[in-house]
């Protein structure tokens, strides 16, 4: 075996471990909890806490807003550039949520207990409020600037359960 089919093989058993670890997670919350969602994105966030760089932070619960004022709906983890301002706010008018520049995001999670057609729905309304990357001058040196704008922050939906991929893709169509 190659030394790249062996380093694959590794990191599919270190991820699927690490999945495992969140599956587990996942069985201990108690389903009857009112604070299900929550407990749920700590497993989330928490496991982003230990993949990502130290350059990234993990927020949980917040929104995203651009230079004009802009902003998303509740986007539930964020991970942002240690480039720009963090406003990790407990102050009331902001219901404790954080908030962060479009400029500063690397990703926005939305996480779901099970993935229905119901919450799939919700998952594209609240990431598809994210403010778009605006005014910014490629440099033209740089190919394919405009697709890698188009992309940040990146946008994810993460699900611990859910309809079959097919139901999924056939809600996605429509």
Request: hydrophobic share 35%; with cysteine.
């Amino acid at each position: 075996m190659s030394k790249e089919n062996s380093t694959i093989k590794d990191l599919v058993t270190y991820f699927e471990s690490q999945a495992d670890r969140i599956d587990k997670e996942k069985e201990t919350i108690l389903d009857n909890r009112p604070d299900i969602g929550y407990l749920r994105e700590d497993a989330v966030l928490d496991f982003l806490k230990r993949h990502t760089p130290e350059r990234c932070a993990s927020i949980k619960g917040g929104f995203i807003f651009d230079h004009l004022g802009n902003r998303s709906k509740q986007i539930d983890i964020i991970i942002t550039s240690d480039s720009t301002l963090q406003f990790n706010s407990t102050l009331s008018n902001t219901y404790g949520k954080s908030f962060n520049c479009i400029e500063g995001c690397y990703a926005a999670i939305s996480v779901k207990t099970k993935l229905t057609k119901d919450a799939l729905i919700d998952c594209i309304n609240n990431l598809s409020s994210i403010p778009l990357l605006k005014n910014i001058k490629p440099n033209p040196l740089v190919g394919n600037f405009d697709k890698f704008i188009k992309q940040v922050p990146l946008k994810v939906i993460f699900a611990f359960d859910g309809d079959s991929v097919d139901n999924i893709k056939m809600h996605m169509q429509e």
